[in-house]
């Protein structure tokens, strides 16, 4: 494999920046660049100046060692601390460049991790999500990746598949063998039903995990002027969006994020829907039921000082089968919407009692109460999901009394799904995987 490099901290002016090298040729390398040798000796740190092509010197840097495989690659590795101007960083990385490093692809370190068994796909997602961690909640998640829970609990359920499987194939190719246990369908339907049980529920909460991972969506939706852009601000405590008493104010999506009681939630404050709109407008009330369909959670604003619309009862339609709530803004002045819902102003209510009606309704299970182990991207869960509706074939087809040996595929199938979780896939997944990393890990 060829020697790679990267910068692994922010592309900025900072303190100082850490340049990583990994590869065979990483000590040969940085001794093409260094005035002092540099020994390869692993754990050990060492000071030495960087020099140009003509012998110039660049800049006096740390470097820190690890010599394979007892490094975060598996590959031998030396980190250059230098100065933290980005035009010194890059100068350094050019001059690895030259002497026959190339550089590295978004999380190509942790692949090579990877690829390298230091780690399992498992793993490298927690590495990921720690890095991107946005509240408490996330990071316990991501930690529980790192330590092993996960990888432990996923091990179990293909074990489990696997012994189940060989059982099955010796009974149909050595019938005359009397070690294995003889799996008929009621023993099948049995086990398999326990087994789906656990994978149900860890895909349950799996879900809920990457929500608590990437944040809950929160779309505000409502006529113009009921006072949605005034709610999001008062929410994020700044003003990110235009408020005036000009209806249509907001013809496209204002978005912002914050974190409450260790949870993140991403509110998206959407043009005002209303049947006579221009041109604009329309364009903006597209993009509104757009995210209506994505959001976990819809807050319907309504204006509590005007009497009910047609408009509005349309809304409340549109929404009822959505996880929803009703506010009635503007209840300090007087009433007159007799709709259900939250009374609220946004010049004297507590933003609080709004927030924890919002925890209430997008938080169904407490994760705090279980062990944590759970996974937390959109492809695991996809090939949890895989695994689960193999299962559920077999179930089914089993409770027909159909033979156990037409249905060893579907359980192989649902074998490879769950091996995709470990890392046990094909290449090119894994490369789809880590251009979602950083670049420099």
Do not use: W
């Not at 990267?6 to 920046?17: E, F, R, S, V």
């Not at 309504?302 to 619309?309: E, H, R, T, Y």
């Not at 959109?378 to 895989?386: E, F, P, V, W, Y």
């Amino acid at each position: 494999m060829k020697t790679i490099v990267a910068l692994a901290t922010a592309p900025l002016n900072c303190a100082i920046h850490i340049i990583r090298v990994s590869g065979d040729d990483a000590f040969k390398i940085i001794n093409k660049i260094s005035k002092q040798k540099i020994s390869k000796v692993g754990f050990s740190i060492q000071h030495t100046t960087i020099l140009d092509t003509d012998k110039s010197p660049i800049d006096d840097v740390l470097v820190m060692k690890y010599v394979a495989p007892k490094s975060y690659t598996g590959e031998n590795i030396v980190e250059i601390n230098c100065h933290g101007g980005l035009f010194i960083a890059s100068k350094i990385i050019e001059l690895l460049v030259k002497a026959g490093a190339t550089y590295a692809k978004r999380g190509e370190f942790t692949q090579r991790a990877l690829l390298n068994g230091k780690i399992n796909l498992i793993n490298a997602y927690g590495i990921n999500n720690t890095i991107n961690a946005t509240n408490l909640t996330s990071l316990k998640l991501a930690q529980n990746s790192l330590n092993n829970k996960l990888t432990k609990k996923i091990q179990s359920f293909i074990e489990e598949l696997f012994k189940l499987i060989g059982s099955i194939e010796v009974n149909i190719d050595y019938p005359e063998y009397d070690g294995v246990d003889n799996v008929t369908n009621k023993v099948l339907v049995q086990k398999l039903t326990q087994l789906n049980k656990q994978l149900r529920e860890l895909h349950e909460y799996s879900q809920l995990s990457c929500k608590l991972t990437q944040g809950f969506n929160i779309a505000l939706i409502g006529e113009p002027n009921v006072g949605k852009s005034s709610l999001l601000n008062k929410l994020l405590h700044e003003n990110k969006a235009i408020v005036s008493n000009i209806p249509g104010t907001t013809r496209d999506i204002v978005e912002g994020r914050i974190n409450y009681k260790d949870l993140t939630f991403n509110f998206i404050d959407t043009a005002g829907i209303r049947s006579k709109a221009n041109v604009v407008e329309a364009l903006g009330i597209k993009k509104t039921y757009q995210e209506l369909k994505k959001a976990d959670l819809v807050l319907l604003v309504l204006d509590a000082s005007k009497k009910n619309s047609k408009n509005e009862e349309a809304l409340i339609k549109k929404i009822k089968s959505k996880n929803h709530i009703v506010i009635l803004n503007k209840s300090d002045l007087p009433r007159k919407n007799k709709s259900q819902g939250l009374l609220f102003s946004c010049k004297k209510s507590k933003v609080n009692v709004l927030m924890d009606l919002i925890v209430k309704n997008v938080k169904s299970k407490d994760l705090n109460k279980t062990d944590m182990a759970y996974l937390q991207s959109a492809d695991q869960i996809g090939s949890l999901a895989k695994a689960i509706d193999q299962i559920d074939k077999v179930i089914d087809k089993a409770k027909e009394r159909q033979p156990i040996d037409l249905l060893v595929e579907h359980l192989h199938q649902c074998y490879d799904s769950l091996n995709e979780l470990v890392g046990n896939g094909d290449l090119d997944f894994l490369d789809k995987l880590f251009a979602n990393f950083c670049v420099g890990k």
